[in-house]
């Protein structure tokens, strides 16, 4: 069992992309996981839209990955299901992970500057030790 992060950044993407590879070499499913974010307490007031949104995202996530599997099924085929599930994408990950009883993680370097200082998910997963786990840039 691979998991796979994917938020829809280029580097998600590129992750996703490793890990279908990964998990075709090794004869074993890929879990494809977007993490809905939860709310802050800034946007609670927005609730309903915030989260119709976040679902209208891990829909659009997974026609996109039907719709590349549907363009590799000639070349390759590998067994792979779309997860989502709400919260912090760390806990969210870390849990289905666990859950899965993964092999190995494969996320996408993180993209934002902020995270050079707090931490990146892909470093917290790391930092875990309880996967192995690949870092695609």
Do not use: C
């Not at 990964?22 to 890929?30: D, E, G, K, P």
């Not at 990955?65 to 363009?71: C, D, Q, S």
């Not at 993964?102 to 930092?127: C, N, P």
Request: charged residues 25%; proline residues 3%; aromatic residues 6%.
């Amino acid at each position: 069992m691979i998991v796979a992060g994917l938020d829809g950044s280029d580097s998600s993407w590129r992750a996703t992309a490793y890990a279908a590879g990964l998990a075709r070499r090794q004869n074993a499913t890929l879990a494809i996981a977007y993490i809905q974010p939860v709310l802050g307490a800034a946007t609670a007031l927005a609730g309903a839209a915030v989260e119709e949104t976040t679902q209208e995202i891990a829909e659009e996530l997974l026609a996109a990955v039907r719709e590349a599997e549907h363009r590799l099924r000639d070349v390759w085929r590998v067994e792979w299901r779309f997860l989502t599930v709400r919260g912090d994408p760390y806990q969210g990950l870390a849990r289905l992970a666990d859950e899965l009883r993964a092999d190995a993680v494969v996320v996408g370097a993180s993209e934002q500057a902020g995270h050079r200082v707090i931490g990146s998910v892909a470093v917290r997963l790391v930092k875990a030790g309880r996967w192995p786990v690949t870092v695609v840039p």
